[in-house]
Structure formats: C-alpha cells, structure tokens
C-alpha cells in the first residue's frame, strides 16, 4: 500500500517534470523561431550598413579597409540631393492628401451602415495588394488617356505623381485609423456635446486625440512607402524628375560602388530617427 | 437649475414605440427617478431630455424654454453616464473645466471653479491625475463634477451607479443626494435598481414599454400602486386570481373565500398581497379579516428576514416575509402553520391577468 501510493508519487512527480520540460521546450522553439526571423530581417540591413564603410570600389569580401568617402561623395552628387528633395516633397503632399481623404473615410466606415460598405472598405485598401507596377502602368494609361482627351499636361507632371502616390498612402490611412476608432467610446463624443461642445469642436477636442496615435503611426507609414515607391513612380515621373529610389536605381545601372549602401544607411537612419521620435510622443505599437 | 415638463412626448422607431406620450412635471430642485425594467423606455426618455434622440411628437422644456429642437450642446443639461465617459486624454482639472472652456468662461474664473467642484466631490487633491489613474468611484465622482461645475438646468444621471461594487454604490449614492440638495439641483436619474431608486427620489416614475405606469412618491408607488405592473415591479407581491363575487369578497381560483375592500364591481380580478403585511403563527391567530391554515412549503432565510412559501388549501401560495426574532418559530418544510391578514392589506386590479406575468 505505502509502496504503491510511493510509486504513484514518484509517477506524479516525472509526469510534472516532462511536463515542465515540454513547456521549456516550447519557449525554446518559440525564441529560436523568433530569433530567426529577427535574423532574416535585419540581415540585408546589416550587410548594406557594413558595405557602405568599405574602402574598395568593387565590393568583395573580406573588404580592404574601411572608409567614409562614400558618404562624403553623396552631398556632391546632384542627382540624389534633387531627388531626396522630390521624394520627401512627394511623401509629404502624399501623405497630408491621404490623412485627409483616409480619416473622414475611417470615420465614415466604422461609424455609419450602408450598403456597400464592405466594398468600400476593400476598395480602399486594394492599392496595397495590387502590384505598384500594375498600378503605375493603369496610372500612366489613364494619365495618356487624360491628356489626349483634356489637352491637360498630367503625364509627368508633379500633381500626377503626388497623385499616384495618395493612391499608395490611403490604405495605410484608412487601415489604422479604422484600427484605432474601433475601440473608440463614443459616449465620451456625447459627455464633450453635453458639456457644450458642438460637432466640430467634439471632434477635435476629443475624438482627434484619442485616435491620434492611429493617424500619427498611418502618416509614418504612409510616407515611408511613398518615400520607397520606386515601381509606380517610374512610370510617372517627368524627365528631369527623378525621385530618391530612381535615383538610386539609374546611379546603379553605371556603378556599383558603395555611394548606393550609403545613401540607404542614411535612408535607414532617417526612417529609424522619424519612428523613434514619434514613438516618443504617441505609442505606435498601439495600433499597429 | 430649472424646472423641466416633457408634454406628451412620443419616441418611434418605424412600428415600435420606444417612448409613448409621456408628460412629466419636475418642479425646480426635485430629485426624479425613472424606474421600470430594461427597454421600458427610461433611457430612451433620458436622451430625448439630453437632447441625444429627437422625439417624435411633444415638447421638451427647460425653465420654460422650449429646446426640443435644440442640439445637446445649446441645452445646459449635465450629463453622468453608466460608464463615466471621462476624457482619457486630458486631467481630471481639465475634464472638470472643459464645460467651463465651452462657455467661454475666462480662464482666471475657471481654475476656482475647478477647485470648487473637486472639492465638492472631495477630489480636491486629485486634480493632476489622468482618469486611468483613478479608481471606478473616483471617476464617477469626477464626472460628477464635470456635469456640476457649469451649474446646468438639469442633472441627467444614466444608471450612475450600476459599474460600481455594492459598497461604494451606496457611498456614491449618498453623496449624489447630499450634492443634489446642497446646490438645489433638479435631477433626473435612469434606473433598474429599484433600492436605489426608493432611497435616492422625491418622486418616482415607473415605466415599462414606453409609458409611464404611475408617477409618486415611495409610499404612493408602494401603498397604492396604480397596477398590477407597478405593485409586481416595485417591492414584491403574492397575486391571487380570481374574480370579485360581491362587494368585499373575492373567490379565487382555487375557491378561497378572501375578504378584501374596494370589490365595488363584480368580475374578473387579481389580489395583491405584500409579504411583510401577512401574518405567519404556529397558531390560529386571531382577529384577522382572513385566516387561512397551510402547510410550510420553501423557506428563504435572509438575516434579517425569513420568507417563507406557504400552500394554501387551494394549492395556491402564498409568499411571507416575517422578521427574524429569537422567539420566532424554527420553520421547515412541511410544517403547518396558520396565515392571516386584514382586508384592507389586499390590493384588488380588475381584469383578467391570468396567463400573464406574475411578480417573483
């Protein structure tokens, strides 16, 4: 009896082990899942940000020596300061267009019911699913088509492609935002309306802070992908219109030098600073 | 502060009557609870006051003005709801001022007036803090102040209590009816809770499917309750069905002879009985209109009370409440006991009940 219940005890006490260890196990698995994805992503980063320090033309392992001439190169080279110029011009109007079509259309979507709704919604999140070259060709049939038609001059110019890139800056707008009002409480709407605060200033005294983390983290967003954009904007910029990412691209076509690894540091770094700092101010990892 | 009068205020929403024709007088600085059981329309009445749903037909007025068309910011009525709804972005000072902000109130007068109201709800000290930092009846009290600070027309209170635990409902409770007196303020309050709402009121306004049942006092709604709705609704009753046979005798289903006042016409009808006005002995007691013998069926012990279930010979029941003294008799089912009570405990509603909904 005693030796039986003993037993049942020890019995108890491995069950309780492996069962401890499995969980440890599970975490392991979980951790080195993680970890390497953390590696697949950062990989390339690391590689461009050791590549731009090389002294070599020719990039090849192991490197000759280190240098910072690449960087010092940039500022000299026209193409890449006009074209940083033209894509933060570009991501800026992009991105002011999208919160102004994208929030009132958040709104519209988690606030009121009709039919359609559904489609709507989809519609506006479909530039991010649909391939920026097939866009930027559609773009550009339609900017033909426009001209031929109109007489208007859209094909290259400025306006179409701060257009096409609201285009890409939308669905970010109307994804977190729409993310950000879904658990919005709309009885604080009506304490500010009984307090004596009519419907715009309820808005903005009230509504618009709440759901400012989403619009701030949507702006981030959608202007790094307008900033990045190189498949849609090649096919709308004008001559002597280049943006940041073609620039990069024609710059590769004759060389192959680090200039390129160092423009993307300091792209990387730019980004980095710009989520950083907002992050500071409203916490992205809320929303997104 | 002001007086409000709704006049015949009616609510639709396609075929369904959400509020119907209701017309109520609350005199300035009276204290108006609105009570009925969940979808009965009080909420619906309350945002029609507020100015949150537009009435179908009928008025709305505030110290004689006529807002029903108006939108809630040009009404002057403060507003406590269910779930606080304090702004979570802004500090409990600046929830409280942002009332004042909106009237244009100068910025040296707001900070004292702030302070004032904190202090009111015993806040003072917690100004700085945000809402998240505050614990559930604390933040009531904060909306509290917020509605208060302005001095609107009308306080609108949306089941302020029902998110708070048990002990600090009756806490907030207090301290809503010590400001509510102290500042003269008209007040308006929603609630299922019917304890609430005996201890809170002047008056009492019980509602179900969009009307009004019966507007009184305590004693009104409970001593003379103008249906069998609002005597099952508000404490609790036994009813018997039956029909008055003479003037002062009614039969009920099961063939009790029950003598009862205010039988004056013949026909269907139910008895209500409360359960505290029923006597209970081990005993035939004595001098009472009725005397019926039962047998102990379930019994309840509450503390202070004890209900007990009694089987008449009818086999119809009757509920009764007696207090819990140490010389009371030790009841168990089973046991046969003797009830009794005057004729004038009994309340009679004419008309054939049966087959609808009995109070608990």
């Known amino acids: 009896m005693v030796q039986a219940t003993a037993s049942a005890a020890r019995g108890i006490a491995k069950r309780s082990r492996s069962f401890g260890l499995s969980r440890k196990i599970g975490r392991y698995a979980l951790n080195g899942v993680a970890g390497l994805a953390m590696a697949y992503i950062l990989t390339p980063l690391f590689f461009v940000t050791w590549l731009a320090f090389f002294a070599q033309e020719i990039p090849s392992f192991p490197p000759e020596g280190y240098s910072l001439k690449w960087f010092a190169a940039i500022p000299g080279n026209d193409r890449f300061i006009s074209g940083f110029i033209l894509s933060l011009e570009v991501g800026v109007s992009a991105t002011l267009i999208g919160l102004a079509v994208g929030v009132p259309a958040a709104l519209c979507l988690t606030r009121m019911k009709f039919t359609g709704r559904e489609w709507l919604n989809s519609l506006l999140l479909l530039p991010l699913v649909v391939p920026g070259v097939v866009l930027g060709i559609a773009i550009y049939v339609f900017h033909v088509e426009t001209e031929i038609r109109t007489g208007i001059p859209v094909l290259g110019s400025l306006g179409g492609l701060v257009a096409g890139h609201v285009l890409v800056v939308i669905p970010w707008c109307v994804r977190l935002v729409t993310a950000s009002l879904a658990g919005f409480d709309r009885t604080i709407e009506e304490a500010a309306q009984s307090l004596g605060a009519d419907r715009w200033t309820t808005f903005r005294r009230v509504t618009l802070p709440s759901i400012l983390p989403g619009i701030v983290a949507a702006s981030l967003f959608g202007f790094v992908s307008s900033f990045g954009n190189l498949e849609m904007s090649l096919f709308l910029v004008g001559p002597g219109r280049t943006t940041l990412p073609i620039a990069i691209l024609q710059y590769l076509e004759w060389k192959i030098d680090p200039t390129i690894a160092a423009v993307s540091v300091l792209q990387i770094l730019l980004i980095a600073a710009a989520m950083l700092v907002t992050d500071r101010f409203v916490r992205i990892s809320r929303v997104v | ?360």
């Open chain 2, 1 to 360: 502060m002001a007086r409000l009068q709704l006049h015949h205020v009616t609510k639709r929403y396609g075929d369904f009557h959400a509020v119907r024709d209701v017309t109520l007088d609350v005199p300035d600085g009276e204290f108006l609870v609105l009570l009925g059981p969940s979808g009965c329309g009080k909420t619906t009445t309350l945002r029609i006051i507020a100015g949150f749903v537009e009435a179908t037909s009928g008025n709305v007025l505030l110290g004689g003005r006529d807002v029903t068309t108006l939108p809630p910011w040009k009404r002057n009525a403060g507003l406590v709801f269910q779930n606080y709804a304090l702004f979570p972005h802004l500090t409990v000072a600046e929830n409280v001022a942002f009332g004042l902000e909106m009237r244009k109130v100068g910025k040296a007068d707001i900070g004292p007036r702030v302070a004032e109201a904190l202090r009111l709800v015993r806040l003072g000290h917690l100004g700085e803090r945000l809402p998240r930092q505050l614990s559930g009846g604390q933040q009531q009290r904060v909306a509290l102040a917020r509605a208060l600070v302005f001095k609107p027309d009308v306080l609108l209170l949306d089941e302020p209590l029902s998110n708070l635990d048990a002990k600090l409902r009756q806490e907030v409770r207090i301290e809503i009816r010590r400001l509510t007196q102290q500042l003269g303020l008209t007040t308006i309050m929603v609630t299922h809770d019917q304890e609430e709402a005996l201890t809170m009121a002047d008056r009492l306004v019980v509602m179900s499917d969009g009307s009004v049942r019966q507007l009184g006092t305590q004693r009104d709604l409970y001593e003379r309750p103008a249906d069998r709705f609002v005597a099952g609704f508000v404490g609790r009753s036994t009813f018997l069905e039956g029909a008055v046979e003479t003037p002062g005798t009614f039969r009920t289903d099961g063939g009790l002879e029950i003598r009862c006042q205010d039988g004056s016409s013949a026909g269907p009808a139910s008895l209500a009985l409360r359960p505290e006005r029923i006597s209970l002995g081990v005993q035939p007691l004595s001098g009472m209109d009725n005397q019926i013998n039962g047998v102990v069926d379930f019994v309840s012990y509450l503390g202070a009370n004890i209900d007990v279930h009694v089987s008449l010979p009818s086999s119809e029941r009757v509920l009764v409440q007696i207090p819990n003294r140490e010389d009371g008799p030790a009841l168990k089912r089973g046991d046969k006991v003797h009830v009794g009570w005057a004729a004038s405990t009994g309340t009679l509603f004419a008309g054939d009940a049966r087959g609808t909904e009995s109070s608990p």
